[in-house]
């Protein structure tokens, strides 16, 4: 479901970080990590949720979903055993998919299907 542009192993989060780097720009595989996390998320719901503007952003140690337009809290994805970081590096495919399944589960009501 993901672009091609968002990292979803080590291995591409690996390659993602290098690249910005040969650009001159500033990062980590942990920050690319956390972006490409967030911008999951994010995607999914961009796609799922038409005319709804919502932001995916890290708090403490879940993801949270807001409302753009009132900054309301409309729900929270909690870490997994050991950190989103942890889960990413040892398996980022399976979390990737666990997130999309957790964002489908909570938005049911509200996911457009194709």
Avoid: C, W
């Avoid at 009132?70 to 050991?82: N, R």
Wanted: negative net charge; hydrophobic residues 40%; without cysteine.
């Amino acid at each position: 479901m993901a672009s091609v542009s968002i990292p979803e192993d080590l291995a591409q989060a690996e390659q993602r970080a290098k690249e910005l780097q040969s650009r001159n720009i500033e990062t980590t595989v942990d920050a690319v990590i956390q972006q490409a996390i967030t911008d999951y998320v994010q995607e999914i719901l961009m796609e799922g949720l038409e005319g709804s503007y919502v932001t995916t952003h890290f708090a403490d140690d879940q993801l949270t979903i807001t409302e753009d337009a009132t900054g309301k809290v409309l729900t929270t994805i909690p870490a997994p055993a050991g950190g989103f970081q942890a889960a990413f590096r040892s398996q980022g495919r399976m979390l990737m998919q666990n997130l999309a399944n957790k964002v489908q589960e909570k938005f049911r009501d509200r996911i457009i299907r194709g």
